[in-house]
């Protein structure tokens, strides 16, 4: 256990559709990171955030947004849904920013369904 | 841009053999870390060890060890006495290491088979 959580594990949904995940980072981590994984594009980064601010992002689509809240946790709103967002959604979470200890810890990821 | 590829979509191995898994990265910067993660049939994404660029020791953690390459710009993973439980997908992952963000960027992964 990574002592990364995220909420609801597998979600199922139409196309045109808004879906929200959650993220709860490990106790102490100020980082969140989200990632995509999916058949044809394989792992990908999305979005990163540090105590509260964005900081960096990858490719995210328009239609994706993510926030993180005061209590550190975070989450990534996906609208308009198409069928080519079926993906495994990961949140990772570490102490800092981008420090030599700051590895990478996973959730167990949100299997999404676009029907 | 860093790029990660992995050429070897599966690899298998006997069980107590060894097995090397291959990762090839491109990057200008001096500064960086890389990462083998593993991704069993549960899909939880697990840190199998990690390597500082400027660290010439090459990681080890306890049957897993990489052959840091610096100038090749190549990071094998090396599993020895190969286990049922190391049936996965395998990620070789960077980290630029100067910069304000963590984000890793994958190669595409490598499946292992660990036969009985």
């Known amino acids: 256990d990574s002592g990364v959580t995220q909420t609801p594990k597998h979600l199922i949904t139409a196309t045109g559709q808004r879906v929200t995940l959650r993220c709860s980072p490990r106790?102490?981590?100020?980082?969140v990171y989200w990632y995509q994984q999916s058949l044809d594009q394989g792992l990908q980064f999305l979005i990163h955030?540090?105590?509260?601010?964005?900081?960096a992002k990858g490719n995210i689509l328009e239609r994706f947004s993510a926030q993180q809240f005061p209590d550190l946790h975070s989450e990534l709103n996906l609208s308009s849904l198409e069928l080519g967002d079926s993906a495994l959604y990961f949140c990772?979470?570490?102490?800092?920013?981008?420090?030599?200890?700051?590895?990478?810890?996973f959730g167990p990821g949100t299997r999404l369904t676009v029907l | 841009a860093q790029t990660v590829t992995q050429s070897q979509p599966e690899m298998s191995v006997q069980e107590a053999e060894t097995v090397t898994l291959s990762c090839t990265y491109d990057?200008?910067?001096?500064?960086?870390?890389l990462f083998w993660y593993k991704q069993p049939p549960s899909r939880q994404m697990i840190l199998v060890i990690r390597?500082?660029?400027?660290?010439?020791q090459n990681a080890t953690e306890n049957r897993f060890s990489v052959n840091f390459q610096k100038a090749a710009k190549s990071f094998s993973l090396k599993i020895s006495d190969s286990q049922l439980g190391d049936a996965a997908m395998y990620f070789c992952?960077?980290?630029?290491?100067?910069?304000?963000?963590?984000?890793?960027?994958f190669g595409q992964g490598t499946t292992l088979q660990v036969k009985p």
């Open positions: 992952a960077y980290r630029p290491g100067s910069s304000n963000t963590g984000k890793l960027i």
């Open positions: 990057t200008s910067e001096s500064d960086y870390y």
């Open positions: 106790s102490g981590d100020l980082s």
């Open positions: 390597q500082e660029a400027y660290k010439q």
């Open positions: 990772a979470s570490t102490l800092g920013l981008a420090g030599v200890t700051d590895t990478q810890y």
């Open positions: 955030y540090y105590n509260g601010e964005e900081r």
